[in-house]
């Protein structure tokens, strides 16, 4: 069964910086990009980013743009989020999920089929 | 960006009622719409992808309609189960962004 897995989730004081990972089994996962979406406490659910399936390609929300960034190792099926100057804004808990678009530039109509249970980031002093 | 408004924000039903969530987007996205259950404590489940087709193994007593810029998730028949918080979400365009939520409770 297609599974995602966060990891390195903690607590992190403001302007740090942490690195979340997202771990793939169990499909092809060089056919996938791979999403991340953040939920803080009792609030809706936020987009963060996308990473192409080759990792070429990537976009941000704009409250994360130029402070977030994303990697993927192909060879390890695994994503990671670079996540610096960290905010109180920022503490969420991070979900990962698929998307079956093989070009971030055409879009699929079937995406976030499978999401990660999430990792829980904390910034605070 | 693309603003997803989502209606009503909170609501109260009982078992056996037809419900009916909404969603509007700002801007056309096509048929680029999914619904989501969450329950607390629990990551979200897909439900409806493409605005209209029912994710393998959900009830049928979900569906959804919809294209362009208005979107409807419609639960035929409340069952105990059902009772959590309901998201929209457009995938068109970057930043994809989320409806605000339908938390749905027992009446």
């Known amino acids: 069964q297609a599974q995602l897995v966060e990891s390195g989730g903690g607590v992190v004081r403001p302007g740090r910086s942490l690195r979340l990972s997202c771990a793939a089994s169990?499909?092809?996962?060089?056919?996938?990009?791979i999403h991340w979406v953040r939920q803080a406490p009792g609030k809706g659910l936020e987009w963060v980013g996308v990473?192409?399936?080759?990792?070429?390609?990537?976009y941000f929300a704009g409250s994360v743009q130029g402070r977030f960034t994303l990697s993927r190792d192909n060879s390890k099926t695994t994503v990671f989020l670079q996540m610096t100057s960290l905010r109180d804004e920022d503490t969420a808990l991070y979900y990962c999920?698929?998307?079956?678009?093989?070009?971030?530039?055409?879009?699929?109509?079937?995406?976030?089929?499978?999401w990660g249970q999430g990792t829980m980031v904390t910034v605070s002093s | 960006d693309i603003q997803m408004t989502q209606s009503p924000s909170a609501m109260s039903a009982s078992v056996g009622d037809r419900v009916t969530i909404t969603c509007r987007a700002s801007?056309?996205?096509?048929?680029?719409l999914a619904w989501f259950q969450q329950k607390p404590g629990k990551v979200p489940k897909r439900l409806i992808y493409?605005?209209?087709n029912l994710q393998s193994g959900v009830p049928s007593r979900f569906s959804g309609s919809g294209s362009g810029t208005e979107f409807t998730l419609t639960i035929s028949s409340l069952q105990p189960e059902d009772f959590a918080t309901y998201f929209c979400?457009?995938?068109?365009?970057?930043?994809?962004?989320f409806g605000q939520g339908t938390k749905l409770e027992i009446k």
């Open positions: 493409a605005a209209s």
């Open positions: 169990h499909f092809i996962f060089t056919n996938y990009a």
């Open positions: 801007q056309d996205i096509s048929n680029f």
């Open positions: 999920a698929r998307d079956s678009t093989l070009s971030l530039r055409f879009a699929s109509l079937d995406a976030f089929d499978i």
């Open positions: 990473i192409s399936s080759d990792g070429s390609d990537k």
């Open positions: 979400l457009q995938h068109k365009t970057y930043p994809q962004t």
